[in-house]
T-cell receptor, first 115, second 115 residues
Framework: NAGVTQTPKFRILKIGQSMTLQCAQD?????MYWYRQDPGMGLKLIYY???????DKGEVPNGYNVSRSTTEDFPLRLELAAPSQTSVYFC??????????????FGNGTRLTVT | AQSVTQLGSHVSVSEGALVLLRCNYS??????LFWYVQYPNQGLQLLLK??????LVKGINGFEAEFKKSETSFHLTKPSAHMSDAAEYFC?????????????FGDGTTLTVKP
């Protein structure tokens, strides 16, 4: 199984540009998440989804948007890139809490620089 | 509200020595606890998880952790470090009944293994 696949792996944006970070999973997980990881920090939850058509804000949603049209895909949109959005972005997925509170399965990340 | 504190952002051990990475948590209800490992340029992957079945939890790669309610701790140990253990380690806590993606992550501990 491929697990969680993120594209691209690296990207440099100019201030004000927009882009979409792609995330796909093939484990039939209902729950999907977007995190950002800043140097020396743990992960901060941006948005999450508990199923197709359902999304909700996490801890740091400002400047981002998401959609969930299928179970497999959960893209993250940056509309007006700012230097504060320079970070490493991780997508993850999991089963619902009832299934032994299954842990997160992570992609390998997208390293984004905004200059 | 829940929080996680990882004591020591950097830990260095010699190959073959004991590894001890510290994690203390606070939670208003009995939590689920996780340790994740992140190798360079990769996403996080689960090492082990505590979900109340047993206080001593064994994980992959020879790691284990003990849940101590009285100390609100969930320290990660390995009897003998290997060079391949060099990575960043994250402790995470989530309330029971909530999804793993809404876990609160610690800031991480970077483990260096010296030959």
């Amino acid at each position: 199984n491929a697990g969680v696949t993120q594209t691209p792996k690296f990207r440099i944006l100019k201030i004000g540009q927009s882009m979409t970070l792609q995330c796909a999973q093939d484990m039939n997980h209902n729950y999907m998440y977007w995190y950002r990881q800043d140097p020396g920090m743990g992960l901060k939850l941006i948005y999450y989804s508990v199923g197709a058509g359902i999304t909700d804000k996490g801890e740091v949603p400002n400047g981002y948007n998401v959609s969930r049209s299928t179970t497999e895909d959960f893209p993250l949109r940056l509309e007006l890139a700012a230097p504060s959005q320079t970070s490493v972005y991780f997508c993850a997925s999991s089963h619902p809490p009832g299934q032994a509170n299954s842990p997160l399965h992570f992609g390998n990340g997208t390293r984004l620089t905004v200059t | 509200a829940q929080s996680v504190t990882q004591l020591g952002s950097h830990v260095s051990v010699s190959e073959g020595a004991l590894v001890l990475l510290r994690c203390n948590y606070s939670s208003s209800v009995p939590p689920y606890l996780f340790w994740y490992v992140q190798y360079p340029n990769q996403g996080l992957q689960l090492l082990l998880k505590y979900t109340s079945a047993a206080t001593l939890v064994k994980g992959i790669n020879g790691f284990e952790a003990e849940f101590k309610k009285s100390e609100t701790s969930f320290h990660l140990t390995k009897p003998s470090a290997h060079m391949s253990d060099a990575a960043e380690y994250f402790c995470a806590v989530s309330d029971r009944g909530t999804n793993a993606g809404k876990s609160t992550f610690g800031d991480g501990t970077t483990l260096t293994v010296k030959p």
